[in-house]
């Protein structure tokens, strides 16, 4: 089951902050961000796993509270290349299998 | 830097036609995995390979198979295409833990 990701699309100015949700009714192992750019391919932001602590890289950073399965992607401070759908995927547990959701498509504008 | 390749871009087949979809990844990456992408359905799974030769249905399996006979390429197989299986597929690769690199995409349309 696909996890549920919200809002499913925002548009934000430069220099604004966003948070983007990702949340499952099924208990995880991890949770998995990738952001795609139009026309190209999904590219791997950041892993978080379940006993792990909240990740970041720069101005993008998430969290994830696995006893409500749910994790959350913060951006802040935007920047015209945060544009892009955002998927979240959801692992309960061996080989990677890998349950993305619907995406959320963001834009910045200047 | 990990490269991950698919046969085509761009690919138009008939209705009926039997199509074959190939992915190779460069990084001797145990995993790999065929997603299909549609607008507002996101990825989704159609299999995964976790060694050579062994499979696993994803989360929608109707209508596709799969081959891996060498550890490098992995191969989605339309048995009779049909209409409703015009979409972007992607494929891509991992190691046992880790992360996903995607591949171009192959968008496929069946007439």
């Known amino acids: 089951q696909q996890p549920v990701q919200s809002p499913q699309a925002v548009i934000l100015r430069e220099g604004e902050d966003a948070v983007i949700n990702c949340s499952s009714s099924k208990a995880l192992y991890s949770v998995h961000w990738y952001r795609q750019k139009h026309g190209e391919a999904p590219v791997f932001l950041m892993i978080?796993?379940?006993?792990?602590e909240q990740k970041g890289h720069e101005k993008i950073s998430a969290s994830f509270n696995e006893k409500k399965q749910q994790s959350s992607l913060y951006l802040t401070a935007s920047q015209l290349s945060y544009s892009g759908t955002y998927f979240c995927g959801t692992e309960r547990g061996g080989y990677q299998k890998v349950t993305f959701g619907t995406g959320t498509k963001l834009q910045v504008i200047p | 830097d990990v490269k991950v390749t698919q046969s085509s871009r761009y690919l138009v087949k008939r209705t009926g036609e039997k199509v074959f979809l190939e992915c190779v990844q460069d990084m001797d990456h145990e995993n790999m995995f065929w997603y299909r992408q549609d607008p507002g359905l996101g990825l989704r799974l159609i299999y995964f390979s976790y060694d050579v030769k062994m499979k696993e249905k994803g989360d929608i399996p109707e209508g596709y198979s799969v081959s891996r006979e060498k550890k490098e390429r992995f191969s989605l197989i339309l048995e009779s295409a049909s209409t409703n299986q015009t979409s972007m597929y992607l494929c891509?690769?991992?190691?046992?833990?880790?992360?996903?690199?995607f591949g171009p995409g192959t968008r496929l349309l069946v007439l």
């Open positions: 891509a690769s991992s190691p046992l833990s880790g992360t996903q690199y």
């Open positions: 978080l796993l379940k006993g792990g």
